[in-house]
């Protein structure tokens, strides 16, 4: 069984630039998530949806960061304008339907991003 | 809202000595989150280590073992006896169940094992 793919693994920006992530989670999962890691720092979630679905994104910054999965399927992160905060690794994790291991996500390599 | 305490940053331990990562945690909710261990060894993605989703039960793997203590709100993660391939970093995280599964993690412990 494939695990949730992640591209690109690595990315550089000068700040102002836009960047996108995109994540193919594992086959017949249903709920992704979209974490942000500052380095020493844990795994903070910014968004996760159901099928297609924005379940929560409370954590997410609006003015730059959007995040959609149009087909329930594979999602997209993107930096509009980005900040030399923004530098940190941005993972991407999967769970199955609800079954009892629900609460077991799944993650990928990561994204690791770099702003100048 | 939730969080998650790790104290210790960074732990190095002999080859075959015992370990203890320290993890406590604070739920909002009803107070009864699900407990995790997550790890990521050198070049890998994080990966789960075990869970346990009711108080006062004990999970194990790969020769850990954590317990899920409610009255002091921990989940310390504990080896008898550590490997060198046991190198990596560990996180504890909750997640409340019936809260839509998201985690809160730790800001993890990196373990060196010495050979």
């Known amino acids: 069984e494939a695990g949730v793919t992640q591209s690109p693994r690595y990315a550089v920006l000068q700040e102002g630039q836009a960047v996108s992530f995109w994540c193919d989670p594992i086959s017949g999962h249903d709920t992704l998530y979209w974490y942000q890691q500052p380095r020493d720092q844990g795994p903070q979630l910014l968004v996760y949806?159901?099928?297609?679905?924005?379940?929560?994104n409370s954590q997410l910054p609006s003015d730059r960061f959007s995040a959609v999965r149009p087909k329930g399927t594979n999602s997209t992160l993107k930096i509009q304008s980005a900040k030399q905060g923004d530098t940190a690794t941005y993972l991407c994790?999967?769970?199955?339907?609800?079954?009892?291991?629900?609460?077991?996500?799944?993650f990928g390599p990561g994204t690791r991003l770099l702003v100048l | 809202g939730d969080s998650v305490t790790q104290t210790e940053g960074q732990v190095t331990v002999s080859e075959s000595k015992s370990l203890i990562i320290n993890c406590t945690y604070s739920?909002?909710?009803?107070?009864?989150?699900?407990l995790f261990w997550y790890v990521r060894y050198p070049g890998e993605g994080l990966q789960l280590l075990l869970k346990v989703i009711t108080a006062g039960q004990k999970g194990s793997s790969r020769g850990f073992e954590a317990t899920y203590n409610k009255e002091a709100t921990s989940f310390h993660l504990q080896k008898a006896s550590v490997q060198e391939s046991d190198s990596a970093v560990y996180y504890c995280?909750?997640?409340?169940?019936?809260?839509?599964?998201?985690?809160?993690f730790g800001t993890g412990t990196s373990l060196l094992v010495d050979p």
């Open positions: 994790a999967s769970s199955p339907p609800l079954t009892i291991n629900q609460d077991t996500q799944y």
């Open positions: 995280a909750l997640s409340e169940g019936n809260m839509g599964y998201k985690l809160t």
């Open positions: 949806f159901r099928d297609e679905a924005v379940i929560d």
């Open positions: 739920a909002t909710s009803i107070g009864y989150p699900n």
